[in-house]
T-cell receptor, first 112, second 113 residues
């Protein structure tokens, strides 16, 4: 399967803990995006990378959130000191340039 | 700010019939892209169809077609000959020349056998 993959698929954590999610894009795609989707809502843009450079961040991305794409391939999204409001599906997508974005299966986070 | 509105939280269609999902958007840009994505239960988002704003011709992909009304800022999706596998949440999305997508709140489509 050469699609976008995300790990883990599900994560349950206690409030105050740190969590890290990983996204592996389609191999030839130079752009990588993170979105958050809460129940009953469409995905909301968080940030995107072109190669290893983080080019845009949403105001939704508080200082507890950090994303990296160190070698321009896979990316990680870390949430520090998780809060119950962070419970959501975190989606990753990739594209080649500004062409169509392809989405991964998402990581569902539940903060207790 | 760009907004995308899907006014139909839920829709249902009889198998083999046709259904239209509505989407309106707000923008001051003239160059942008519109998309319909499908999200089956517990499965990932899949692109259904895309439309470039500069193209007057409505996009078509097999049983899926759009009615793009640029002046009215309307972008509806028509699904013909509905199949059970079409049951999913459908999201309308807007993207301007940059990269940020704006999604609507989705329409849950049920296909009745």
């Amino acid at each position: 399967d050469t699609g976008v993959s995300q790990d883990p698929r599900h994560k349950i954590t206690k409030r105050g803990q740190n969590v890290t999610f990983r996204c592996d894009p389609i191999s030839e795609h130079n752009r990588l995006y993170w979105y958050r989707q809460t129940l009953g809502q469409g995905p909301e843009f968080l940030t995107y990378f072109q190669n290893e450079a983080q080019l845009e961040k949403s105001r939704l991305l508080s200082d507890r959130f950090s994303a990296e794409r160190p070698k321009g391939s896979f990316s990680t999204l870390e949430i520090q000191r998780t809060e119950q409001g962070d419970s959501a599906m975190y989606l990753c997508a990739s594209s080649f340039g500004s062409k169509t974005q392809y989405f991964g299966p998402g990581t569902r986070l539940l903060v207790l | 700010a760009q907004t995308v509105t899907q006014s139909q939280p839920e829709m249902s269609v009889q198998e083999a019939e046709t259904v239209t999902l509505s989407c309106t958007y707000d923008t001051s840009e003239s160059d942008y892209y519109l998309f319909w994505y499908k999200q089956p239960p517990s499965r990932q988002m899949i692109l259904v169809i895309r439309q470039e704003a500069y193209k007057q011709q409505n996009a078509t992909e097999n049983r899926f077609s759009v009615n793009f009304q640029k002046a009215a800022k309307s972008f509806s999706l028509k699904i013909s000959d509905s199949q059970l596998g079409d049951a999913a949440m459908y999201f309308c999305a807007y993207r301007r020349g940059g990269n940020q997508f704006y999604f609507g709140t989705g329409t849950s489509l049920t296909v009745i056998p």
